[in-house]
């Protein structure tokens, strides 16, 4: 596991870690690519505790710049053109998280 300051958030440091590291475009081709590999090989557990890691690390974070950066320190390797895209990608994540887990 990638070592963090969100101890907290260990389904999302596997999804970074795996799926949305620094070889994601090599490995996937895109975000979305990736984020479809990591819902089709992970059980719905796992995707439900991501979805809940999220929510709550979103709704922690006080600005953009913290949200990105605390996807980055947990391990995100998608280059935000600007903090505010690290929301794009958790929106990203929750709608494809939330789709799959409720469908199970």
Known sequence: ???SKH???PELRQLFG???NADFVADYGS???A???YRRESSAAHRKAALLELMRL???APSHEAFAGALTALGCEVAFAEPAAAHALAEQLVDALR???EGE
Do not use: E
């Open 1 to 3: 596991m990638i070592a």
């Open 7 to 9: 101890p907290d958030a």
């Open 18 to 20: 795996a799926y949305l």
């Open 31 to 33: 975000v979305t690519a």
């Open 35 to 37: 984020i479809a590999a």
């Open 58 to 60: 979103r709704a922690a």
């Open 99 to 101: 789709v799959f887990s």
